[in-house]
């Protein structure tokens, strides 16, 4: 371990210390064997922790404030209280100056600034702790955002994400109140999304992904990313000047129309969400810019949620039965996505659903905010962690609900989602776009069927040859044995393709996993053999 490896751990120890967090380090295995004498408390009930916890992370810098922001998208995995409070963290790193800036993109881009641009501003538009944005003008004439990433920013967060997965590990070894939060699993998801974060190259690709998505529409605009101009810690892309949603908020102009802009914000996320299956993670008003003409801008795409279309069309279900206010409904869906056990007592759960139900989707009810807020509270409460598919899409429809909501109050939230999730639901039942986007499955099930001849033919040859003869052989004794036999294995088949149906998994036939339905096929192919059997018997 280098000097600057334990210099930082020292750095973390003594914050963690400060902030009454030191018991958490002092359980090792000899507390186990000698119990320390010391007062205990317990932390996870002191009223201050969220609080000592965001203080902590804000002093410990970059790494752990991007973990906080992450974590406050994820209240069902800390519960709201922290979530609330670690979207207070705020990144307050100073501008590097625009000597370094210039190092680092010539470095990036392979020549001189001047010569790669026409013009490149000296003054940054905006700042945060992992890059900065400057303004400039490419040689053919395109006016440009380039982003800049800090240098020495991936070895910090290496060198942090390393000792937040070693104590995170200590921790949950040790301290048993702490195990239900998964501590080791979060420092595993902050370091996936961090590596795709700090690698510019992937916001890159969102743009011109959703750009795509987004074609046919002239009501939405995605920025032009560039190509020759980017990499993984230089980004060049399209300069929007608009006007900020937050300004739009409080303008009075007619210029906006904040009905329609608040119908299109929600027509354009739940596109994302239910049709294409790639949405901007973090769709708050700042990441929204209105162009001329009431036109929608999405911006910041170096973090995106990424939906199947398994899980699209479960979420399109979903919705539907919350809007229903189907209790039974949902907690089916649920079991059938794997997110509850089949064999859970969920009478508890139910009762605490209808209450939601009527709290939350009473008459008059327009908004799904407070109720996927509540409903996530409800599944921690249960020790349910919902897929982070899930969590990271209520996030989303959270935000875009407050947008459009403050753009409009009386926009129905519901009504303006119908439409969509109906069309998602009738592009699935698309019999050629089914076939067209499964191939994979379409190749499956192709050459299963292939094979399926030839091992018919020997099993009938084998029977032919030796089997059938064998059957006139043996006694009475033996025909029972095989008879119980065959009764053990229709009724094992039986029993397995049913635990299969309920945990979904696997290519798909007819909307169920295809093995269960091969496991009810060899079951009747087997019952029928049987009476056969019975019945050139008699």
């Not at 009454?20 to 320390?36: A, M, N, Q, R, V």
């Not at 303008?251 to 294409?276: C, G, H, N, W, Y």
């Not at 091992?455 to 059938?468: C, F, Q, R, V």
């Not at 909307?511 to 087997?526: K, S």
Request: with cysteine.
């Amino acid at each position: 371990m280098d000097k600057e490896t334990k210099k930082r751990i020292r750095e973390i120890t003594a914050a963690m210390r400060k902030y009454g967090f030191g018991k958490l380090l002092s359980k090792t295995i000899k507390d186990k064997i000698l119990p320390s004498k010391e007062d205990e408390y317990d932390i996870l009930l002191d009223p201050d922790l969220p609080v000592n916890l965001r203080m902590m992370f804000q002093e410990l810098g970059t790494s752990f404030i991007k973990l906080g922001q992450l974590l406050s998208t994820r209240p069902d995995m800390v519960g709201e209280a922290i979530a609330t409070e670690f979207e207070k963290l705020q990144d307050d790193n100073p501008p590097i100056s625009y000597e370094e800036v210039k190092r680092i993109v010539e470095s990036e881009l392979n020549g001189n600034i001047e010569d790669l641009f026409a013009e490149f501003s000296e003054e940054s538009l905006a700042t945060a702790s992992i890059a900065q944005v400057h303004e400039a003008r490419l040689l053919s004439g395109e006016r440009v955002a380039v982003k800049v990433q800090k240098e020495g920013i991936t070895d910090t967060l290496e060198q942090d994400i390393a000792i937040m997965k070693h104590l995170t590990s200590q921790i949950h070894k040790y301290n048993e109140d702490f195990r239900k939060f998964n501590l080791p699993g979060m420092i595993d998801e902050f370091d996936y999304s961090m590596h795709i974060e700090i690698d510019f190259t992937n916001e890159l690709i969102n743009m011109k992904h959703v750009e795509a998505n987004f074609a046919d529409d002239d009501t939405i605009h995605i920025p032009i990313g560039y190509s020759d101009y980017s990499t993984p810690k230089v980004l060049t892309m399209e300069f929007i000047d608009g006007t900020k949603m937050q300004d739009v908020y409080e303008s009075d102009s007619e210029e906006f129309d904040k009905p329609l802009l608040a119908k299109r914000t929600i027509d354009s996320f739940m596109k994302q969400v239910l049709i294409d299956g790639v949405f901007h993670a973090d769709p708050h008003a700042g990441n929204i810019i209105v162009l001329d003409d009431n036109v929608l801008c999405y911006i910041d795409w170096g973090s995106i949620g990424l939906l199947d279309d398994d899980f699209r069309k479960n979420l399109c279900d979903m919705l539907m039965l919350l809007a229903d206010q189907d209790v039974n409904g949902v907690i089916n869906q649920f079991i059938y996505m794997g997110v509850l056990r089949y064999d859970m007592d969920t009478t508890p759960l139910k009762r605490d659903l209808r209450d939601l139900f009527f709290r939350y989707f009473a008459e008059g009810s327009t908004g799904l905010n407070d109720a996927l807020g509540k409903l996530l509270d409800l599944m921690q409460d249960y020790g349910v962690v919902l897929p982070n598919e899930f969590v990271s899409m209520a996030r989303g429809i959270s935000m875009i609900e407050s947008v459009a909501t403050t753009l409009d109050p009386d926009i129905d939230i519901m009504a303006s989602i119908e439409p969509i999730a109906r069309e998602a639901m009738e592009e699935r039942m698309d019999l050629k776009k089914t076939v067209t986007d499964n191939k994979g499955s379409l190749l499956y099930y192709k050459n299963m069927l292939k094979s399926f001849p030839p091992l018919l033919a020997n099993a009938i040859h084998k029977m032919n040859d030796g089997e059938m003869k064998l059957r006139f052989e043996i006694d009475r004794m033996d025909r029972i044995v095989s008879k119980f036999s065959l009764v053990v294995i229709i009724a094992a088949l039986l029993l397995s393709s049913s635990i299969v149906m309920t945990i979904n998994r696997g290519p798909m036939l007819f909307d169920m996993p295809a093995i269960a339905v091969l496991g009810y096929v060899a079951t009747f192919i087997l019952g029928v053999i049987g009476i056969l059997n019975y019945l050139y018997e008699r």
